[in-house]
């Protein structure tokens, strides 16, 4: 018999599947595709310089991790979510003062909201909108996941030393016990993506995406 997560007093527990959820962190237009909100007006020689590097593993190598992820989870019946930067309003007056201060708005309902079609969401799964860095802090998804009965938490997206950090600290403060798929989440260059696995390691489980596959297979 598996031993129930809150029963061991270690983060390093195997996926309870019906006791788990995976959470894609803002896989979406506005963040994850060259004609998407954040990238469209930049040119092209400096959207190479500053974000090539990142959309060629997104395209190579993590987003092809997040659809194994996905089916993976599926089949194994675990939960799947996602969470998106979209604003409540079309003018995002409800934004956070942070996102206020970075300077985009993800207009409510706008196709820089939406998941990226490669890991599009299934139709009887959850999508939640969020306007501030953690996906706990503005949308209701601590009380969702307790409803749906998830005590161990997967995270996988983007931005592994930003949004995905909030989640992961924020999630594990919670009570959650939580893993990371290291090569499922991404952010601008492979030493910020380095050292965030580095700093947020003490808070979180840490496995690849094939890893967590053959512990749910």
């Not at 195997?14 to 595709?33: H, K, T, W």
Request: contains cysteine; aromatic residues 8%.
């Amino acid at each position: 018999m598996t031993a129930s997560p809150e029963s061991v007093l270690t983060r390093e527990v195997p996926l309870v599947p019906e006791q788990s959820a995976l959470l894609f962190i803002d896989v979406q237009n506005f963040s994850a595709r060259r004609d998407g909100a954040e990238f469209k007006d930049m040119p092209d020689a400096e959207f190479t310089e500053k974000y090539g590097w990142f959309f060629d593993e997104l395209k190579s190598r993590v987003v092809p991790n997040m659809q194994k992820l996905q089916a993976g989870c599926r089949a194994a019946g675990v939960e799947v979510l996602y969470t998106t930067i979209e604003s409540l309003t079309r003018d995002g007056r409800d934004r956070s003062l942070d996102y206020k201060i970075s300077g985009f708005n993800v207009p409510k309902g706008s196709w820089d909201g939406k998941v990226l079609d490669d890991i599009a969401p299934g139709d009887d799964e959850i999508v939640l909108p969020k306007s501030s860095s953690s996906v706990f802090v503005s949308t209701h998804v601590d009380y969702i996941l307790r409803n749906l009965g998830v005590k161990q938490l997967v995270l996988s997206g983007l931005i592994t030393d930003q949004c995905v950090e909030s989640a992961i600290r924020d999630a594990c403060d919670l009570g959650y016990l939580v893993t990371q798929i290291t090569d499922a989440c991404l952010t601008y260059s492979q030493e910020r993506h380095d050292q965030s696995l580095r700093a947020i390691k003490g808070y979180c489980r840490q496995v690849t995406t094939q890893e967590l596959l053959d512990e749910l297979s």
